[in-house]
């Protein structure tokens, strides 16, 4: 049973941001304290929180979009809101101007609803209709389709005001109807125009299944000519995975094209001077050409990439989003592409492990341009107090995809470092997954964030937690990390230095290693914390770092030889993959394809 603390976490939880609450507390709960004052006949009372109720829809309509759509779900949206302060103003005011005056409100208040439902229609239109959001970057003109019509809360809330207040001050029935008349104007004034936009756009998209902004997109493509095209799909906090690539597409001497299919991942794109197209629609993806394409890179396994890997025209390439031991990373869908990218012999091993039917001609050695920034500095000895960068994954989709250590060990090994004698200096960066699948992963990381903050208050070593930012960086500050299997494993052996990595299974130590070829080079760490104290005496340098040839070797096993770590070799693959491209697909060029879209084009049909 749900305990209620949890409950009401949960329900505050669903409210978002902390930001909206102010506004969700004055314009609801002004509204239900009115209401309350209603039932208990204190006029006074419930006249002010009507009025406090309807100018608190500002800030919470400007601020809140997860609040309002939860609303809005729950029928209790503007239109509702309204008809509640209708009918509280009725039962406690004994201003009102005689029976006209209750005519001519009913009247106007009706009518206004009317209004603000015909508002509340288009909006939910244009969530589930066939206008579906677009968003561009660094494409001239800035071609846009928002998500909802714009919410107009001034306008909103001065109208509502002008229907209210007259009557609840006791206005004669004329004033009452004018300035109702008035804000019913002004109200239907806003939101025509906005009503006949998503009518122009639906129109557009009914005759040639391109709006006005999907045509200039189109436009941009036949001027820009894109060669390279990136294509992902899911959640704000995959944007990580577009994001690790980024340095390396913005090197190539190539048009590139970066197409992200939702919108909460878009806004987690960091900067860059890559043209780059948020649409979620299929059907409108599929009516752009990208004739000039040669090759889609696809940095994730989501079924959105079935409406790119379609077009016959473009070579395809998983090139992945970091190179680790994860069962993810030898996905039995990575047959449908033409090649796999793997860093250097280990990736390849791993499919070949796995026994999934994938041909050794889609093998693509590259290396691992990520890491050509990663320096062999500080080394141990370097510093009096040496950092230990502790960066844990996350829970995974699945039981089966949990490698994490924060829950099963997180604390320990914090402690553990916190109590070490030569003191070390702690670092904590969680993967941004971190809590999505599993909430007590979150309640540890706010016990770990405690213990470091207590730790650097006491002792006055820098101890901190770091939620954003790239970990590369971090790898350059620290002398040895902690992790799980991950792809923080790989990218870290660049740097040569020690590591140690958390054993998730119930094998010992030599299966485990065996299982895992990234782990050979480094210490394990058991559930029991067995490992750890290990760990702190090699970077504390009361026990000598055995390791160290050990882990030159695994680094060029993950990563490729040294010299394929570089932006240069990276841009020489993709040239080779162009090539490719140009020789074998000549002659579906030389075609036009049409490709519709089916009614199963979504990720829930794969």
Same mark, same amino acid.
């Given at each position: 049973?749900?305990?209620? @603390?949890? !409950? /009401? ?78 009918? /509280? ?20 208040? *009706? ?39 714009? =919410? ?23 004033? @009452? ?28 998209? =009914? ?8 045509? %200039? ?9 894109? #060669? ?7 959640? /704000?906090?995959?944007?990580? %995975? ?8 913005? /090197? ?92 250097? #012999? ?37 510093? !009096? ?14 039981? #089966? %995809? ?61 101890? =901190? ?22 792809? @923080? ?31 050979? !080079? ?19 340098? %009361? ?34 993959? *162009? ?28």
């Amino acid at each position: 049973m749900v305990s209620p @603390v949890r !409950a /009401a976490q949960a329900a505050f939880s669903r409210l978002g941001r902390t930001e909206e609450l102010p506004g969700f507390l004055l314009s609801v709960g002004c509204l239900f304290l009115a209401l309350l004052c209603a039932v208990f006949g204190l006029e006074i009372g419930a006249l002010v929180f009507l009025l406090l109720s309807v100018i608190g829809e500002l800030p919470f309509e400007v601020r809140s979009s997860q609040s309002s759509e939860l609303l809005d779900q729950a029928e209790f949206g503007i239109p509702m809101r309204f008809v509640l302060r209708v009918l /509280a103003g009725l039962v406690v005011s004994d201003q009102l101007d005689g029976e006209n005056a209750v005519r001519a409100f009913a009247a106007v208040a *009706v009518a206004y609803v009317l209004v603000l439902c015909a508002r509340a229609l288009h909006q939910e239109y244009r969530r589930v209709g066939p206008l579906k959001p677009m968003e561009t970057r660094n494409i001239p003109g800035s071609p846009r389709i928002h998500d909802a019509p714009p =919410r107009r809360a001034l306008e909103v809330v001065v109208t509502q005001l002008l229907v209210l207040a007259p009557v609840l001050f006791g206005a004669p029935w004329l004033q @009452v109807l004018l300035t109702g008349i008035v804000a019913i104007a002004v109200l239907a004034t806003v939101t025509i125009p906005d009503a006949r936009a998503s009518w122009t756009l639906r129109q557009q998209k =009914r005759a040639t299944g391109f709006t006005a902004p999907l045509r %200039q997109i189109q436009e941009f493509l036949d001027d820009y000519q894109p #060669e390279v095209v990136v294509h992902l799909s899911g959640p /704000a906090e995959a944007g990580y %995975q577009i994001n690790t690539w980024l340095e390396s597409l913005e /090197a190539l001497d190539r048009r590139v094209f970066i197409v992200l299919r939702d919108h909460p991942l878009f806004t987690r794109l960091a900067s860059t001077s890559i043209p780059t197209l948020e649409l979620k629609d299929p059907g409108e993806l599929l009516m752009l050409d990208f004739s000039s394409a040669r090759v889609a890179l696809y940095p994730s396994n989501t079924g959105n990439n079935i409406h790119l890997l379609r077009l016959p025209t473009l070579m395809s390439a998983f090139i992945g989003h970091g190179d680790s031991d994860k069962s993810a990373s030898n996905n039995p869908f990575s047959r449908a592409y033409d090649e796999l990218w793997v860093a250097g #012999e280990a990736g390849a091993d791993r499919y070949r492990r796995s026994k999934l039917g994938v041909h050794e001609d889609q093998y693509r050695f590259v290396g691992r341009p990520q890491v050509h920034g990663i320096s062999r500095e500080p080394r141990l000895g370097d510093e !009096a107090v040496p950092t230990v960068l502790y960066a844990p994954t996350w829970e995974g989709v699945n039981h #089966e %995809q949990e490698y994490s250590s924060v829950s099963a060990v997180g604390v320990q090994v914090v402690k553990a470092l916190l109590a070490a004698d030569p003191p070390v200096r702690v670092v904590f960066k969680a993967h941004p997954f971190t809590g999505q699948r599993d909430a007590k992963y979150r309640a540890v990381l706010a016990r770990i964030a405690g213990l470091l903050d207590d730790a650097a208050a006491r002792t006055g070593v820098d101890h =901190r937690v770091i939620k954003g930012g790239s970990i590369n960086e971090w790898f350059n500050r620290a002398s040895a990390l902690i992790t799980d299997i991950s792809s @923080v494993v790989s990218d870290f052996l660049a740097s040569e230095k020690p590591y140690a990595v958390f054993n998730h299974t119930d094998d010992d130590d030599a299966t485990f290693r065996a299982d895992y070829p990234s782990t050979g !080079a480094g210490t394990t760490i058991g559930r029991d914390g067995r490992g750890i104290a290990e760990f702190i005496d090699v970077v504390t340098q %009361q026990a000598p770092d055995v390791l160290a040839g050990a882990r030159a070797q695994l680094a060029t096993y993950l990563l490729g030889p040294p010299e394929q770590r570089t932006l240069e070799s990276f841009a020489a693959s993709i040239d080779a993959f *162009v090539a490719r491209s140009e020789a074998e697909r000549a002659d579906y060029r030389g075609h036009s394809y049409a490709v519709e879209p089916s009614d199963s084009d979504d990720e829930a049909a794969l």
